[in-house]
């Protein structure tokens, strides 16, 4: 075999090597935490799923979340994170929303999906992490292969894969500026939302809260399906005002606001779980917070302060009983 052949085949190899580096795409995303400032139940449907009212804010602690997109013959999915305890197969979430998207597509866009995780975000917690890494998943490949779906028919694809799921979508278009102003500025894309039906039902709320938050997660984890089954509302209990809340929020009236921040699930996972009462009570008895909740099913706790420096204060103190303890802010 000739040099000059082989110098011939190396040379049209590396032309195919950066003809398919050109078609290779990637993008790395923000998968945002979040927090819900209320939660009421209203009842229970026919289909075994609660109707809720809640509405939902966006926090800047996020993971972040690299997808890459290569073609090739056949499609394969390709999941790894940070965190050894989190699965990788068909059990992730973003693993499932990158599995929806190729059902869209179809034989278009066939090959490799590489989607590397880098977990923040406390797991089992209560605050979404699961939930914005599979919405990114969506957004990401929305970008990389172009098909130009909106806010709405994302959030369509998103709320198959759970109920967290299109709050995520709205928070993380609005946010992540390399999706562009077009998703940034799409009119479901925002940071606060009031969630109905079974947490699907969204409607945008453009003035949400403004704050810096503390939260802290005491060392266990809450089944959401274990409260959700386990709730008993048939006695007297306080329930949120959320038009109050809503208005509230619009207007900057924080005494509106945490008056009715209130998280009906708190019936059955304090009685269950004593730790999550303990570290509420911790939460207000140091720093002097403008209100503490628990955030979705639990057990994760937080506290709001508009004074930076008294939230630090109370992060450094809370870490001292639970390690799961982070301040941020919510983002606008």
């Known amino acids: 075999m000739s040099a000059h052949f082989l110098i011939k085949c190396l040379n049209q190899k590396i032309k195919e090597g950066e003809k398919l580096q050109t078609l290779t795409k990637k993008i790395t995303l923000r998968s945002f935490a979040k927090i819900n400032l209320s939660i009421d139940i209203i009842g229970k449907l026919s289909n075994g799923y609660h109707e809720v009212d809640m509405i939902m804010q966006q926090l800047e602690l996020h993971d972040k979340v690299k997808v890459t997109w290569e073609p090739a013959d056949e499609w394969s999915i390709n999941v790894s994170t940070n965190r050894i305890y989190i699965p990788t197969d068909h059990r992730n979430i973003a693993y499932k929303a990158a599995q929806s998207m190729i059902e869209i597509v179809k034989g278009n866009h066939k090959g490799k999906i590489d989607i590397k995780i880098e977990k923040r975000i406390p797991v089992a917690a209560g605050l979404a992490g ?114 109050q809340l809503e208005a509230g929020l619009k207007e900057k ?57 008294k939230a630090r204060s109370a992060a450094d103190y809370l870490k001292k009983i639970n390690r799961d303890t982070y301040l941020t802010r919510t983002t606008l």
Not at 161 to 178: E, H, Q, T, W, Y
Not at 191 to 220: H, M, N, Q, W, Y
Request: glycine share 10%; aromatic share 8%.
């Open 253 to 309: 009236n924080y005494y509106k606001v945490t008056k009715n921040m209130i998280n009906v699930l708190e019936i059955y996972t304090i009685n269950s779980y004593p730790i999550i009462m303990y570290t509420k009570n911790k939460a207000i008895e140091f720093g002097k917070p403008l209100q503490v909740l628990m955030s979705g099913s639990g057990p994760t706790v937080f506290a709001i302060y508009t004074n930076k420096e």
């Open 130 to 243: 699961g939930s914005g890494n599979g919405a990114v998943v969506l957004l990401a490949l929305n970008h990389l292969w172009g098909l130009g779906f909106d806010v709405a028919k994302l959030c369509e694809t998103g709320a198959k894969l759970g109920a967290d799921v299109p709050f995520c979508i709205m928070g993380c278009a609005r946010s992540n500026k390399l999706l562009g102003t077009k998703m940034n500025n799409d009119p479901l894309a925002c940071s606060c939302a009031r969630a109905r039906g079974i947490g699907t039902d969204l409607e945008p709320i453009k003035t949400g809260l403004d704050c810096f938050v503390v939260l802290t997660k005491p060392p266990i984890s809450v089944s959401t399906k274990e409260v959700y089954e386990r709730l008993d509302l048939s006695g007297e209990f306080e329930r949120p005002d959320n038009n």
